[in-house]
Structure formats: structure tokens, C-alpha cells
């Protein structure tokens, strides 16, 4: 996992916001946001390959909160934010469902093969940081780091 200098060089770099759209809630708007994702990844110099990996993790993340948080109800909303550091991006994904306990996000058991509930798991191997956290105001706020160099 990237270290906790790490964390605090990107709070105490400006971070660049490159960034922001607002999207309801359903799964078939995540497509509409991949390309962005993608070229902002790779703005922040992330090789091809990484900012791929990138997209998959906010797919993934964004999954996660149309099935999870807002149960499918579909008058929720998504705020995406994609930030620049000195290390690499920023990603933050906000949404205005019931808080969610940080401790009850588990991936099951990899020897268990069956489908679904691994998105957490793909996010936490994609990405070199993931921090749960309460948005201010109400909902739920994931914000993930990934470094350019793919060190972590």
C-alpha cells in the first residue's frame, strides 16, 4: 500500500483538479465516463496500460455504489472528481446514500469461485490506496490514489 508520506505529499501538494462530472446513479451511465477517466489518467502520465486499470477500478467502485449503497434505487447520484498530484491521480467518488461502515466492505474468500463481490478486491489490487470516509453533508466518500511510477 502507499505509504503514509506518500498521502501526505498529495494533501500537501495543491492537487489539480482535472475533472468533475455528476452522473445518475445507473449502471448503464458508468460507460459514459470511462473515456474521461482514461484521458485524465493518462494526463497525470500514467502508461496506457495503468490508466486501463484506472478506469476498471472506478467501474468497479461505481458498481459498487448503484448495487451496495444506493441498493439500485435509481434517483441517486455520482460525483466524480479526478485530481492531479505529483505522484499520480486522485480519485474521489461521492455519493448521498446511507453511510456505509468502512469495516463491513470485504471481498469474499478468492477460493471461493463463483461470480460478483470482487469489485473491492480489484480496487484494492488496482489501486495503491483506498480510504472509506462519511462525506461531509451526508453519503459516502471513496477516495483512491494511484501513483504514475506503479510503485506502491
Known sequence: MIDAAVKAAAQAESLD??????????????KLIRPGVEATARMCGLAPSVA???????DEACQNII????????????DLTLMRYG???VVELRDRAPTVDPREIQHRDLHDIKPGKLGSYFMSA????????????????LRMYKRKDGST
Open 17 to 30: 483538479t482535472l475533472l468533475q462530472v455528476r452522473f445518475l446513479a445507473k449502471v448503464d451511465r458508468i
Open 52 to 58: 486501463r486499470d484506472v478506469v476498471l477500478a472506478v
Open 67 to 78: 448495487l451496495h449503497a444506493y441498493k439500485g434505487r435509481e434517483s441517486g447520484e455520482i
Open 87 to 89: 505522484e499520480g491521480i
Open 126 to 141: 488496482i489501486m495503491d490506496r483506498l480510504e472509506y470516509l462519511a462525506a461531509p453533508g451526508g453519503g459516502n466518500l
